[in-house]
């Protein structure tokens, strides 16, 4: 599976838009992005997942390049409860790639008041 | 989504003893079961991948007789540390999937703390 980089923290202002970025310029044509989050001394919890179109769920927007190298996920109006780190991961979907999911190490999101 | 239940959701042993974690998938048939172990202020790593009647897949590095994988059924999975030391000490995660459907997402437990004194 290709490899994503993320910067290591960002901070966000309650209310204001969180945009964090992912760069997988490996990414193959088969593989889908996808974002999973993190909240402290929890289990990784599912936002959205994309292969070359945007995509919009209740929770997030994803944003994907045309080149398909990179990504963002956007939170819209962000509160303090979306502290947490953000998880950028990219692999295949097809059943008979085992679909497991191999967690870089994320960007640690701080949504301040 | 679906839930994914982990019990117990923290335990605590003595060093030399074994402990088991269960991960069931509540209202979805999982055919794949991921285990996962983070240490403080790291990343979830795997460890290993089961298929609902088949042995484990044991990712590099881990020891498949210290950390047993059944998967009986598709709704239950569980991983068993043997002779836990203080050095098992962390937070295992369960994951889990139904691979009949290719475009799911995989469900995640909440966890469970293990501390080995």
């Known amino acids: 599976d290709a490899k994503t980089t993320q910067p290591t923290s960002m901070d966000c202002a309650e209310g204001r838009a969180a945009n964090l970025p992912c760069n997988h310029s490996?990414?193959?044509?088969?593989?889908?992005v996808y974002w999973y989050r993190q909240i402290h001394s929890q289990g990784p919890q599912y936002i959205i997942h994309g292969l070359k179109n945007n995509e919009t769920n209740e929770m997030a927007s994803l944003i994907i390049t045309e080149d398909r190298k990179s990504s963002t996920l956007i939170l819209p109006h962000a509160t303090l409860r979306d502290t947490a780190v953000y998880y950028c991961i990219v692999r295949v979907a097809e059943r008979n790639q085992g679909g497991k999911l191999i967690f870089g190490q994320g960007t640690e999101l701080s949504v301040k008041p | 989504g679906a839930v994914v239940s982990q019990h117990p959701s923290w335990v605590i042993c003595k060093s030399g003893t074994s402990v088991k974690i269960e991960c069931r998938s509540l209202?979805?048939?999982?055919?794949?079961m991921f285990w996962y172990r983070q240490f403080p202020k790291q990343s979830l790593m795997l460890m290993a991948t089961s298929n609902e009647g088949s042995k484990a897949t044991y990712e590099q590095g881990v020891e498949k007789d210290k950390f047993l994988i059944n998967h009986a059924s598709l709704t239950l999975s569980t991983l068993t540390v043997t002779s836990a030391h203080p050095e098992d000490s962390s937070f295992y995660i369960c994951?889990?999937?139904?691979?009949?459907?290719?475009?799911?997402?995989?469900?995640f437990g909440q966890g469970t703390r293990l501390t080995v004194v």
């Open positions: 209202d979805f048939q999982a055919t794949t």
């Open positions: 994951s889990a999937r139904d691979l009949r459907n290719s475009y799911t997402e995989a469900f």
């Open positions: 490996t990414i193959s044509g088969n593989e889908y």
